[in-house]
């Protein structure tokens, strides 16, 4: 059983996508390496496919009942105001992926031979992501109750995971229910840079924030109270206000320096989630449970990259408030402040900040297709409503106009042509990724986007098959069979020979979705013209090895070749016995 830190460096592995966890170990099956068909060396020069921006679209009728009968035709996408061609269009509904079985293979009379196909992963993956850097104990306690009545609703089939953003509690999915209940009961709140302590002053966040932005305004408002409050929780005389001040001044910088930072570990080890969870079959659900955070005005991008990573990988983040019923009311009333106007100030920004925080939340939910709750006390029924994804989800893909890698913000509108009183739920706007004006960066990317794309991306020139053998009763090795169809892969001429540069990403996944190991490797294709004339109707196979114990896997293998015109990816299921 790995321990909580080793499980955490997995994650942090994973995060990367199977690549990065990569090993070196596959070779062209049957065959030697030599310089017309070699294994590795230097990484070629990336060629860049057309920008695609995906738009999941949630159409609801007057009643809330999802629509799922709409086509491309009935959709408009305005780009900062400019219409755009819808080139990519799809419906998901809520019955999820399955495992594929592998093609051909048959039940073997003898240890090793190919591997059995009766068998399906498990359809619905929920990870219950807690905020634990910023929940306070009540609302732990309040949210962590919730999730154990919840986890009782779940199927035989479902996997469940209890995650945090602080990294402290982490298990993987399982459907070990008394295992899910064992990690709800470590949970605790764990700020960073925070005391669970009241402080003298009690500053937030947001407070810090509005102080340092608006200083001509609300800020010196709020400054004053903070200064009033310090003067009274210290028990400091009328004559002692300027010390008061700085005491309040560098409250406000320790505030704001630790909420950016615990803001920063909170969206990366929600994007960790994200990514881990595009690399399962079936249905994938986060649901966040936190009371919001504030995205500095500096880095709205991060979370728009967070759910445009959900986007790409299908995978749809829900939210729940963690406060509940919000009241407003300041904590600083219960050291006894006598001033009204110190408290009606902090109650006023308080609320101000409520609202500021859930619209994160509310942003994530919205953008990938997902729900927000909010403003209630009633989790049970909250949890009920974003478990599981919409009935139906539309995906909206375009190319945008003329689109320059300057990291500018794109406002987005989704249009319903339909009569009907509908309305649509879309992701608000993108950013242009300054990554895409590197050609090797944005391959990588789009590789790893179809390892952990959720359905098959199926190309005529890629087949993958399984074959094992058992050495040992505890003892496999599960050989993963790529086989490359020349006829079809784009070849070009370079110093005389046919010349090609794939990478073969293969990654290995437990029977709970949970990753075990994965191998990456370049393949070098340099053929003689005879060479390339004899191999035409046999085609290439990579052979890539694992050693494991029996049991049962998911196998997923992703291709891309350097020119962006080859790009496949497909799921078999491996059951050793």
């Known amino acids: 059983m790995p321990s909580q830190r080793t499980l955490a460096f997995l994650w942090l592995a994973l995060a990367g996508a199977c690549p990065a966890a990569a090993q070196s170990g596959a070779t062209p099956a049957g065959g030697r390496k030599g310089p017309e068909a070699a294994i590795g060396g230097q990484a070629p020069?990336?060629?860049?496919?057309?920008?695609?921006?995906?738009?999941?679209?949630?159409?609801?009728?007057?009643?809330?009942?999802?629509?799922?009968?709409?086509?491309?035709?009935?959709?408009?996408?305005?780009?900062?105001?400019?219409?755009?061609?819808?080139?990519?269009?799809?419906?998901?509904?809520?019955?999820?992926?399955?495992?594929?079985?592998?093609?051909?293979?048959?039940?073997?009379?003898?240890?090793?031979?190919?591997?059995?196909?009766?068998?399906?992963?498990?359809?619905?993956?929920?990870?219950?992501?807690?905020?634990?850097?910023?929940?306070?104990?009540g609302d732990?306690?309040?949210?962590?109750?919730?999730?154990?009545?919840?986890?009782?609703?779940?199927?035989?089939?479902?996997?469940?995971?209890?995650?945090?953003?602080?990294?402290?509690?982490?298990?993987?999915?399982?459907?070990?229910?008394?295992?899910?209940?064992?990690?709800?009961?470590?949970?605790?709140?764990?700020p960073i840079s925070r005391s669970l302590a009241s402080e003298c002053p009690d500053v937030s966040h947001f407070v810090g924030t509005v102080v340092f932005d608006h200083e001509e305004t609300t800020g010196a408002q709020a400054l004053e109270a903070l200064t009033l409050e310090t003067m009274d929780c210290l028990h400091l005389d009328a004559l002692m206000k300027p010390d008061a001040r700085r005491i309040a001044q560098a409250a406000v910088r320790r505030a704001v320096a630790a909420g950016e930072y615990e803001t920063r570990v909170a969206s990366m080890a929600l994007r960790q989630?994200?990514?881990?969870?595009?690399?399962l079959p079936g249905?994938?659900?986060?649901?966040?449970?936190?009371?919001?955070?504030?995205?500095?005005?500096?880095?709205?991008?991060?979370?728009?990259?967070?759910?445009?990573?959900?986007?790409?990988?299908?995978?749809?983040?829900?939210?729940?408030?963690?406060?509940?019923?919000?009241?407003?009311?300041?904590?600083?009333?219960?050291?006894?402040?006598?001033?009204?106007?110190?408290?009606?100030?902090?109650?006023?920004?308080?609320?101000?900040?409520?609202?500021?925080?859930?619209?994160?939340?509310?942003?994530?939910?919205?953008?990938?297709?997902?729900?927000?709750?909010?403003?209630?006390?009633?989790?049970?029924?909250?949890?009920?409503?974003?478990?599981?994804?919409?009935?139906?989800?539309?995906?909206?893909?375009?190319?945008?106009?003329?689109?320059?890698?300057?990291?500018?913000f794109h406002r987005l509108k989704v249009l319903l042509r339909r009569n009907e009183k509908l309305t649509a739920q879309a992701r608000r706007g993108y950013y242009a990724s300054k990554e895409l004006a590197d050609p090797t960066e944005a391959a990588k990317r789009e590789l790893e986007d179809a390892v952990f794309a959720p359905e098959d991306i199926r190309d005529p020139a890629v087949q993958v098959h399984t074959e094992f053998s058992k050495p040992g009763a505890a003892k496999a090795e599960l050989a993963v069979l790529t086989h490359l169809d020349l006829e079809r892969i784009r070849l070009e001429k370079f110093e005389g020979r046919n010349a090609s540069d794939l990478t073969v990403v293969s990654c290995l996944f437990d029977h709970n979705g949970n990753f075990v190991t994965g191998k990456q490797e370049l393949v070098k294709l340099r053929l003689r013209d005879e060479t390339l004339a004899s191999r035409l109707?046999?085609?290439?196979?990579?052979?890539?090895?694992?050693?494991?114990?029996?049991?049962?896997y998911a196998v997923r293998v992703a291709v891309r070749d350097a020119q962006g015109l080859l790009l496949s990816a497909e799921s078999v299921v491996a059951e050793i016995p």
């Open 45 to 137: 020069a990336f060629r860049v496919r057309a920008n695609l921006v995906l738009v999941p679209v949630v159409v609801r009728d007057r009643q809330g009942h999802a629509v799922g009968d709409l086509r491309k035709e009935d959709f408009e996408i305005l780009d900062a105001g400019k219409r755009q061609i819808v080139s990519q269009f799809s419906v998901e509904t809520s019955g999820g992926r399955v495992g594929a079985p592998v093609p051909g293979s048959v039940a073997p009379a003898a240890p090793g031979g190919k591997i059995p196909s009766a068998l399906a992963l498990p359809r619905r993956f929920v990870a219950y992501l807690f905020d634990d850097v910023h929940l306070t104990f």
């Open 283 to 408: 249905q994938r659900t986060v649901i966040v449970l936190s009371p919001g955070f504030l995205m500095p005005d500096n880095a709205p991008q991060a979370i728009l990259d967070v759910a445009d990573l959900a986007t790409r990988l299908r995978v749809v983040v829900s939210a729940l408030d963690a406060r509940g019923l919000y009241t407003g009311i300041p904590d600083v009333s219960a050291r006894g402040v006598g001033n009204a106007w110190v408290t009606q100030v902090k109650q006023d920004l308080n609320r101000l900040g409520a609202t500021a925080e859930s619209g994160v939340l509310d942003e994530l939910a919205e953008s990938t297709g997902g729900s927000f709750v909010h403003n209630t006390n009633d989790i049970d029924g909250g949890l009920k409503r974003i478990a599981s994804p919409p009935e139906y989800l539309y995906v909206l893909g375009f190319s945008p106009h003329d689109l320059e890698p300057d990291g500018r």
């Open 273 to 279: 989630v994200v990514r881990r969870m595009g690399a």
């Open 140 to 190: 732990m306690v309040f949210v962590r109750d919730g999730v154990e009545r919840h986890l009782r609703a779940l199927e035989p089939a479902d996997r469940a995971a209890i995650l945090t953003t602080s990294g402290r509690t982490m298990l993987d999915f399982t459907d070990d229910r008394a295992k899910l209940r064992e990690a709800l009961g470590k949970l605790k709140p764990n």
């Open 537 to 552: 109707g046999s085609g290439l196979t990579v052979k890539t090895s694992f050693e494991t114990p029996p049991g049962t």
